[in-house]
């Protein structure tokens, strides 16, 4: 068998990345201004950025039918047995739903995970896909793994403004208006479905404590049993500069020596919610 392993531009892989690993990559429409562009593809992070912050009409969507069985039709045109197609969790998009009503018309061609992580826990289970592929094992058995699987990863994530909260429904505009007069940070956690509050922290100093201390804890309790030498670390953020990205990496490292940390940007489809300057910290275990 030859299997295909498919994701989309959530889990931080880049079309160049995604070639280089043998991945496919489904770019995630953004909508501005009721102008369709599609992330990595003819819309990148300064722009994304620039339209946010200048207060045009910023929001995302799910690939459409047409272009997602397009994709699938060209891959397995490719000599592909079979895909296996990690979409964003299914707790904060359409995406899998939709996705997996449509993989029915492949005859068990075509199967989609509902995998529960977005960003780097999401780069993770893709990560673990092509491992498994190497292995000789079908999509149909690296669904059934990955899903398995899905729970055990946690992301953390500290929101520089209220502004895209409010916008988004998720805050209510008085509790933003007390937010950001006091200086309050919202931290969030995504463990399965739902993007949910976790803290709320005054100051981005003490949110960057926390987001460790979330982590630490994961790692004492959630993570405690089982082979720790598959358990990762990694940062993500939406940082409008490398430098500080770097920074943020570079601190969680220090405070976690025995792990290699990594750094990825935040999807379109996080950062719409979190504007900015956001950071995140992720721990999750590998196959």
């Known amino acids: 068998m030859k299997t295909a392993v498919m994701t989309d ?16 990559i489904v770019p995630m429409p953004v909508i501005i201004d009721g102008v369709t562009y599609f992330e990595g593809k003819n819309l990148l992070q300064p722009d994304f950025f620039e339209s946010l912050m200048s207060g045009k009409d910023v929001s995302t969507s799910q690939p459409s039918p047409g272009d997602l069985m397009e994709l699938w039709n060209r891959v397995l045109a490719l000599g592909y047995d079979d895909i296996v197609y990690i979409p964003m969790s299914s707790g904060l998009s359409n995406s899998y739903a939709s996705a997996a009503v449509l993989a029915e018309e492949y005859d068990h061609r075509v199967h989609v995970v509902d995998n529960h992580r977005i960003s780097i826990p999401q780069l993770a289970s893709v990560m673990d896909a092509v491992k498994l592929v190497s292995e000789g094992r079908t999509a149909g058995e690296i669904k059934e793994l990955l899903e398995k699987a899905a729970l055990e990863a946690s992301i953390y994530i500290a929101v520089d403004t ?14 933003a208006a007390i937010g950001s007069v006091l200086g309050i940070k919202p931290l969030l956690s995504i463990q399965g479905d739902k993007l949910d509050a ?36 990694a940062t993500a953020g939406s940082f409008r500069n490398p430098e500080l990205a770097e920074d943020w990496r570079q601190e ?3 405070a976690f020596p025995d792990y290699e940390v990594v750094y990825r940007d935040l999807g379109c489809s996080i950062e719409s919610h979190t504007g900015p300057e956001a950071m995140a910290a992720g721990v999750f275990r590998m196959f």
């Open 9 to 24: 531009s959530n889990s931080g892989i880049t079309a160049a990345e995604g070639k280089e690993l043998g991945v496919f």
């Open 162 to 175: 209220l502004e895209f909260l409010k916008k988004g429904g998720r805050v209510t505009p008085a509790a």
């Open 198 to 233: 976790y803290a709320k922290v005054r100051g981005m100093k003490r949110c960057r404590r926390r987001l460790i201390e979330a982590v630490e804890k994961d790692l004492n309790e959630r993570f405690s049993e089982g082979d720790m030498s598959k358990v990762r670390i």
């Open 252 to 254: 969680v490292a220090r």
